[in-house]
């Protein structure tokens, strides 16, 4: 059984769990123990960054598991400055490394289970796939050996009433009649969706031919009144001409040649 006292450690020992313990300064994972926890009701310590009072906690991490300490007030919205104060010194070396391989072997298993459940939900998963292929198959077989032996039944049955002479001529005869009836009437069916359809192309291009001639129309009359607006410019024009060459203003001979080009 291992001994806690602190004399059986060896130097280096010593030094490496005080540097562990000085390095801690940022707040561990913490378990709830009712008799101390709260905030802290003495002046002092407070925390390093924010000044406030901390509150009571029990570390439950790694080789600090156990131990009391004042940590940081703040822990949602706003930067927690860690441990503000330890309460209980560290533990021996002994005890830390002990702690320590408790929580890898922890975290081990842990890490363990969680593979095996994964490894549990795909093999889970692919046989349940597997199940699904198997039932549709089945299912489809199912109903092939349904259709199948439906028509087996038919067949035995028409087979015992041709032996026994219930099968009367004109009861084939009516049968095949009213197949060639349905097979007329499927294909009048198809001559009208034909003609309704021919009918419905006549009337779209119907359609557009009147949209043609009502725009043709249209731009007929624009032109005619830009007609209209030019004659009359061109009626203006030749008044004014007129008049400068009975007043006698300007070249004589570009008036007319101008008046040559409104005539023609």
Same mark, same amino acid.
């Given at each position: 059984?291992?001994?806690?006292?602190?004399?059986?450690?060896?130097?280096?020992?010593?030094?490496?769990?005080?540097?562990?313990?000085?390095?801690?300064?940022?707040?561990?994972?913490?378990?709830?123990?009712?008799?101390?926890?709260?905030?802290?009701?003495?002046?002092?310590?407070?925390?390093?960054?924010?000044?406030?009072?901390?509150?009571?906690?029990?570390?439950?991490?790694?080789?600090?598991?156990?131990?009391?300490?004042?940590?940081?007030?703040?822990?949602?919205?706003?930067?927690?400055?860690?441990?503000?104060?330890?309460?209980?010194?560290?533990?021996?070396?002994?005890?830390?490394?002990?702690?320590?391989?408790?929580?890898?072997?922890?975290?081990?298993?842990?890490?363990?289970?969680?593979?095996? =459940?994964? !490894?549990? +939900?795909?093999?889970? /998963?692919? #046989?349940?796939? &597997?199940?699904?292929?198997?039932?549709? %198959? *089945?299912?489809?077989?199912?109903?092939?050996?349904?259709?199948?032996?439906?028509?087996?039944?038919?067949?035995?049955?028409?087979?015992?009433?041709?032996?026994?002479?219930?099968?009367?001529?004109?009861?084939?005869?009516?049968?095949?009649?009213?197949?060639?009836?349905?097979?007329e009437e499927k294909a009048m069916l198809e001559v009208q969706m034909e003609k309704l359809k021919l009918a419905?192309?006549?009337?779209?291009?119907?359609?557009?031919?009147?949209?043609?001639?009502?725009?043709?129309?249209?731009?007929?009359?624009?032109?005619?009144?830009?007609?209209?607006?030019?004659?009359?410019? =061109?009626? !203006?024009? +030749?008044?004014?001409? /007129?008049? #400068?060459?009975? &007043?006698?203003?300007?070249?004589?001979? %570009? *008036?007319?040649?101008?008046?040559?080009?409104?005539?023609?």
């Open positions: 059984m291992p001994s806690w006292n602190d004399e059986e450690t060896s130097s280096e020992e010593e030094c490496e769990a005080v540097s562990m313990d000085m390095g801690l300064m940022e707040e561990p994972d913490t378990t709830v123990e009712p008799l101390f926890c709260g905030q802290l009701e003495l002046a002092h310590p407070k925390c390093i960054l924010h000044q406030l009072r901390p509150i009571k906690h029990v570390a439950f991490e790694g080789p600090v598991t156990g131990r009391h300490f004042y940590g940081c007030p703040v822990q949602e919205n706003g930067v927690n400055c860690g441990v503000a104060e330890w309460v209980d010194g560290p533990w021996p070396t002994v005890l830390q490394r002990c702690l320590c391989k408790l929580w890898e072997m922890f975290h081990e298993q842990n890490f363990g289970r969680v593979q095996d =459940k994964e !490894k549990f +939900e795909q093999e889970l /998963a692919r #046989l349940k796939s &597997e199940h699904e292929r198997e039932l549709a %198959k *089945l299912r489809t077989k199912n109903d092939k050996l349904c259709i199948e032996y439906t028509k087996l039944v038919d067949d035995v049955s028409k087979m015992f009433d041709w032996q026994d002479g219930r099968v009367d001529k004109k009861q084939v005869e009516e049968e095949e009649l009213e197949k060639k009836k349905e097979l419905k192309e006549q009337r779209c291009i119907l359609q557009s031919q009147a949209v043609i001639i009502k725009n043709t129309r249209k731009a007929m009359k624009d032109v005619e009144v830009d007609r209209d607006v030019l004659k009359k410019e =061109k009626a !203006k024009l +030749e008044l004014v001409v /007129a008049e #400068l060459l009975n &007043e006698g203003y300007g070249s004589k001979e %570009k *008036l007319e040649q101008i008046k040559a080009i409104l005539e023609s």
